[in-house]
């Protein structure tokens, strides 16, 4: 049973009736280009098989109820709440996600009726593969459909739009200062494609990706070392490529090539240099995988994933001890490249790996897990799938 039937089946357990509708969204894996979003360059996702499924049923009296299966089995509910009542602050916890969508909906402009929410979910929480982007993306085709405004209506927002309205959620209610890749991941990714996405121009295309065709597979090494975006460094990091941009007298990192940031990093403080070069140097990294894909040749992206760890370990200093042993074991163990994935200071790493040393490369994480008394990581290859749409 999927997580859509999981979530129709618990919604007619808990309402005795069947829901309106079931919409899922999955978590994404970034290839490369981490950090790059919120300075308007160019990021490489592809959306993962596991989702989160929202089941829907209309209201006509504006309150909003929220149910969950939580990780650990147990049925989580929020306390019922009035979509015209909410405000950032007004809902803590795993809550004020949906919440935050309803609110950032209503600013929109969307007229929401109501509605009762369960939700079932199998993204890794807490491992960088965006749980929490792949639980607002579903919400937030759940609520628009009770107000008819789904995709595939009339006069439905375009997935652009909705992206824009979960980073709203994210940032402004639930505090998290995210960029725009995740939520873009989430709803707009295909199945057997990574997306090339322009964050600046909203330019997207859809690439053929299929290691298994190469003989290789995408390694996902979940250290199970918690990571929170609003509890971190993020936001640092964010403001300081900021100000970066602002010193160089540029709209965005993304228009300072690496020839001139290195004529030009004089006119930076010394604490900003690293930030901008991960940012110059990382947008520079997605430009030549993306031609390696167009040109076939797999293999080649390896040293660039690598680079890209190093960049974010020593420039960005957003690593943390699991994610480089992660990363060096799987090296080690020979794989042709690895980094670490999403915001940083926990979470996954991916390793491209060829698939006949698939085996081999497992064994040795996990042994050096062991060996250095951390928790044993969980290990998957990662299937470049669809995005976010409607179940039933």
């Not at 494609?193 to 600046?200: A, E, G, P």
Request: overall charge negative.
């Amino acid at each position: 049973m999927n997580t859509a039937e999981k979530a129709a089946e618990l919604f007619r357990s808990e309402h005795t009736d069947s829901p309106d509708a079931v919409w899922s969204a999955p978590g994404r894996v970034n290839l490369i280009g981490e950090h790059t979003d919120y300075n308007d360059g160019f990021v490489l996702p592809f959306a993962l098989p596991h989702r989160t499924a929202v089941a829907v049923r209309a209201r006509a009296d504006g309150v909003l109820t929220m149910r969950t299966r939580g990780d650990d089995g147990r049925l989580h509910e929020a306390p019922n709440t009035r979509i015209g009542e909410l405000s950032p602050g007004s809902t803590r916890g795993w809550p004020a996600y949906p919440a935050g969508v309803a609110w950032a909906l209503g600013r929109a402009g969307f007229s929401l009726p109501g509605a009762d929410l369960i939700i079932v979910g199998d993204v890794p929480t807490g491992a960088g593969l965006s749980s929490s982007h792949a639980l607002e993306c579903a919400v937030a085709l759940a609520l628009l459909d009770t107000a008819d405004r789904a995709p595939g209506s009339v006069d439905a927002p375009g997935l652009a739009e909705i992206a824009r309205i979960v980073q709203h959620a994210e940032n402004d209610f639930a505090g998290a200062p995210t960029g725009i890749l995740d939520q873009t991941a989430s709803l707009s990714c295909t199945r057997s494609h990574v997306l090339f996405y322009d964050v600046r121009n909203d330019l997207g295309e859809q690439i053929p990706f299929d290691p298994r065709s190469e003989g290789l597979e995408v390694l996902v090494i979940d250290t199970r070392a918690k990571h929170s975006h609003s509890e971190s460094g993020y936001g640092d990091r964010r403001a300081g490529t900021a100000r970066a941009a602002e010193l160089l007298d540029v709209r965005a990192l993304r228009d300072i090539s690496t020839a001139e940031l290195e004529s030009r990093s004089g006119e930076l403080p010394e604490e900003l240099r690293p930030l901008a070069r991960h940012v110059v140097t990382e947008n520079d990294r997605v430009l030549r995988t993306v031609g390696h894909l167009h040109t076939g040749r797999y293999a080649e992206l390896g040293p660039l994933l690598t680079e890209s760890h190093r960049s974010l370990r020593d420039d960005y200093r957003v690593s943390c001890a699991e994610l480089d042993l992660a990363v060096d074991s799987a090296l080690q163990a020979g794989s042709l490249g690895a980094r670490m994935i999403g915001g940083g200071f926990g979470g996954s790493a991916i390793a491209l790996v060829a698939s006949e040393e698939r085996a081999k490369v497992d064994e040795h994480v996990r042994a050096q897990f062991a060996e250095h008394g951390y928790a044993a990581p969980r290990l998957f290859t990662a299937v470049p799938s669809d995005g976010a749409g409607q179940d039933r």
